[in-house]
């Protein structure tokens, strides 16, 4: 059975850090690009970063490049978001996506965390 638990939610004051975190479990960790979506105007979500299976790429939304960072340990099955300088704007609940990029194409998610920023 396919699971993706985000945890490290809170709340917390503008230009303040939090780290999130996806334990993943279910299916093989390493062939899985991982990523990190939030909703936004106009979406029903929007990517804020992703990270290839085997952590050498990394990709970011214009908005958090240079506060946030992607990492994931393949050893734990663990994927993470540092976030740093926060902005009332980044506050959503986050979600763990995890896509398989090759034929059989898969697609999961987890179930959010949320993220409150406060000015």
């Known amino acids: 059975q396919v699971q993706l638990v985000e ?3 809170g709340l917390v ?3 303040g850090s939090l ?3 996806c334990s993943a ?6 062939t899985y690009a991982m990523s990190w979506y939030r909703p936004a105007p106009g979406k029903e979500r929007e990517l804020v970063a992703t ?7 990394t990709t ?5 490049k240079g506060r946030f960072t992607i990492s994931r340990d393949n050893a734990k099955n663990t994927v993470s978001l540092q976030m740093n300088s926060l902005k009332p704007e980044d506050t959503a609940v986050y979600y763990c996506n995890a896509e398989r ?19």
Do not use: H, K
């Not at 990270?51 to 790429?57: D, E, F, Q, T």
């Open 7 to 9: 945890s490290g939610g």
């Open 13 to 15: 004051q503008d230009g």
């Open 19 to 21: 780290r999130l975190s």
């Open 25 to 30: 479990s279910g299916f093989t960790f390493g």
């Open 51 to 57: 990270i290839s299976g085997g952590g050498s790429r």
């Open 60 to 64: 970011y939304a214009d908005s958090v």
């Open 101 to 119: 990029p090759l034929p059989p194409r898969r697609n999961y998610w987890g179930q959010g965390t949320q993220v409150t920023v406060s000015s």
